[in-house]
């Protein structure tokens, strides 16, 4: 090799018209290295899955569930796990939240209670005994753990220890709007804004704070008959209470519990099952006669309150999501590219309702009127998005994910929200602390570069030449980025329905800014010796490419063992993006800065006076 680059560098150096196209040529790659990531061939995502000996699933009942059927359905599930080959063990809580650790106390799992709530906490065996991560057994474990949900008709959410801090859920809408909005009308919102998650590829365990319709009974005390007999308001209460939840009158030591067992007082459930058993309750007045329920008030039935949420004293409505083999910023970034506003909507569906003789307002169907807008484009939108039962989202198919780009977004499903209703993605979810992560490691990237410039001039004497060793730094993106996109066709999976790539993250990232002193460090060596060979007398054309030969052993020693190095980094799952980003960035921008460096040089300093010695010297 020291003997084929001077016979590919010598042509590059008789003439600047091929040195400037090679050039061109190397900026051409480094653009089109970074529309990789712009055109998602390589995922980006702020961290990437850790390899734990443990999954937790989460199960949600609707508001009303009796704790007997969240039990039975929880044992169903725990059959089926019996059965996976890489599951020890798991420990089931229904009524109850598991023990709290850092995950579940950002996800608020800890303050889960009532008959309608379950977890269950697998243990899987360690790392070493098997060949799969704990997420992709997750990934295949999914469909079948949907099903028994399904079957069930519970909310199932599969959720894994975070490498890093963990976020409330991966996607994460907060839905807001005007103080003269009704609560009911946030939920509207909500229920559109998670039936667009729902019909979005890879996006899983779709959930809400929205509770599910109950209703409840409520005895209504006729006050002028309780006085008469003697009963106070708060005696009725306590008797239905006592009734109903029950009254602990003792514990019992058993070795085989954990706890103290408790001894409940309470009407067996056949006496406490309809308004007609109810109404049979006696209350004992202060005098000592028994005066039945049903001579004190009546029962009414109305509908549950649902739990008002507040952030930063605001009404909100959170909609929640998980991504299954696609990172979740381009899930966002779709799904805002899809929204439209009301006004828009309403003229694009009116123009489609003119053909089906109907008008819609974006509320209701109406009798067509008189005068419709008349634009192409809404037809054509209105034919292939009819609206869904909701009115807000689109019916049309989504486009394929392959076909979607950061400069191409948007799933092809319209939706849209009332007006003044504000659905903001940038709060609890993973997506604003993505943006927050690559915001800082950018910023700390250009300090790198301006530290790194400050020192060569204090080294170099020179403002010019700097410029021309930092040069070798864009070339490492030509090495990553395709890189990680020939890394996913090699190791990335597909594990049942879902992918399992190999994400760009926030390490990799800081792979980069690290390689940014270590080319640096390269293009140095090579400008000290043809400014040590121009001193000798050389010509700045034996110079180049003397310090190509003679400097390329050290350079190939250094890079090599960097690589190296970085090798045992790659098995691990947190950190092995920062150790393909060094290998992938050390091999191109060493190839590259061999020749890069070089001829640029050669171009700035071939018909100046010394070849840059006399600016060195001048500049000092």
């Not at 702020?46 to 704790?67: A, R, S």
């Not at 067992?261 to 202060?286: G, M, N, Q």
């Not at 091999?587 to 020749?595: M, P």
Request: proline share 5%; charged share 20%; with cysteine.
């Amino acid at each position: 090799m020291c003997f084929e680059v001077p016979l590919l560098m010598a042509p590059l150096l008789r003439s600047r018209a091929k040195a400037w196209g090679f050039l061109g040529i190397m900026a051409l790659l480094t653009v089109l290295a970074g529309g990789l990531a712009a055109g998602r061939s390589v995922p980006l995502k702020m961290l990437p899955f850790d390899n734990k000996n443990e999954l937790l699933l989460v199960l949600d009942f609707d508001e009303g569930t009796t704790l007997e059927r969240s039990d039975a359905a929880v044992r169903d599930f725990e059959r089926y796990l019996a059965g996976v080959p890489e599951t020890t063990d798991f420990t089931s809580y229904v009524g109850l939240a598991s023990p709290m650790d850092f995950n579940g106390m950002v996800r608020h799992y800890y303050l889960r209670q009532g008959q309608n709530v379950a977890e269950i906490r697998v243990n899987l065996v360690g790392k070493g005994s098997r060949w799969d991560q704990s997420h992709t057994i997750g990934l295949r474990l999914r469909n079948d753990l949907t099903e028994l949900a399904e079957r069930h008709a519970v909310n199932l959410k599969l959720v894994e220890l975070p490498p890093g801090p963990p976020v409330i859920s991966t996607l994460v809408a907060e839905v807001r709007g005007r103080p003269d909005h009704t609560y009911a009308d946030l939920i509207g919102a909500a229920k559109t804004v998670r039936a667009r998650l729902e019909r979005e590829p890879a996006v899983v365990d779709v959930d809400d704070t929205v509770e599910a319709d109950s209703r409840k009974l409520v005895f209504v005390t006729d006050k002028e008959k309780a006085a008469l007999n003697g009963v106070s308001v708060a005696e009725i209460a306590e008797t239905i209470g006592v009734a109903l939840g029950g009254t602990t009158v003792g514990t019992v030591q058993h070795l085989g519990e954990r706890n103290p067992l408790r001894i409940e007082l309470r009407l067996p459930r056949a006496l406490r099952s309809s308004t007609a058993d109810l109404s049979r309750i006696h209350v004992k007045s202060p005098g000592g006669a028994l005066v039945a329920l049903a001579e004190l008030g009546h029962w009414e039935e109305q509908v549950v309150d649902q739990t008002i949420y507040h952030k930063n004293l605001e009404r909100v409505v959170y909609v929640f999501g998980e991504t299954a083999g696609r990172p979740p910023a381009e899930v966002v970034v779709d799904i805002q590219a899809d929204q439209t506003d009301l006004p828009s909507a309403r003229r694009m569906l009116a123009e489609l309702a003119r053909a089906q003789q109907q008008y819609y307002t974006g509320d209701e169907w109406l009798d067509p009127p008189e005068v419709f807008l008349n634009s192409e484009e809404a037809i054509q939108f209105g034919r292939s998005n009819p609206p869904d039962a909701s009115g807000r989202v689109s019916g049309a198919h989504p486009r394929s994910v392959d076909e979607r780009t950061f400069l191409t977004n948007g799933g092809g499903i319209r939706w849209w929200v009332p007006e003044g209703i504000c659905v903001d993605f940038a709060g609890e979810g993973e997506w604003q602390i993505t943006l927050d992560v690559f915001r800082d490691l950018g910023l700390a990237f250009a300090a790198a570069l301006v530290a790194i410039y400050i020192l060569l001039v204090a080294q170099m004497g020179s403002f010019v030449i700097p410029l021309v060793v930092m040069m070798a730094i864009p070339l490492t993106v030509i090495g990553i980025m395709p890189g990680f996109w020939l890394l996913n066709l090699i190791a990335g999976e597909q594990v049942g329905d879902y992918a399992d790539p190999i994400f760009f993250t926030a390490t990799a990232m800081i792979g980069m800014i690290a390689l940014s002193g270590i080319v640096t460090r390269q293009a140095v060596i090579i400008i000290d010796f043809i400014h040590l060979s121009l001193r000798r007398g050389h010509s700045l054309f034996d110079a180049i490419l003397a310090s190509c030969v003679v400097r390329l052993r050290p350079i190939l020693l250094t890079v090599l063992t960097a690589m190296l190095s970085a090798v045992p980094i790659t098995i691990d799952p947190v950190f092995s993006g920062l150790a393909w980003a060094l290998i992938f960035g050390l091999f191109a921008s060493t190839v590259f800065t061999l020749f890069v460096i070089p001829v640029a040089y050669w171009l700035l300093y071939v018909n100046r006076k010394g070849h840059g010695l006399s600016d060195v010297a001048a500049d000092a």
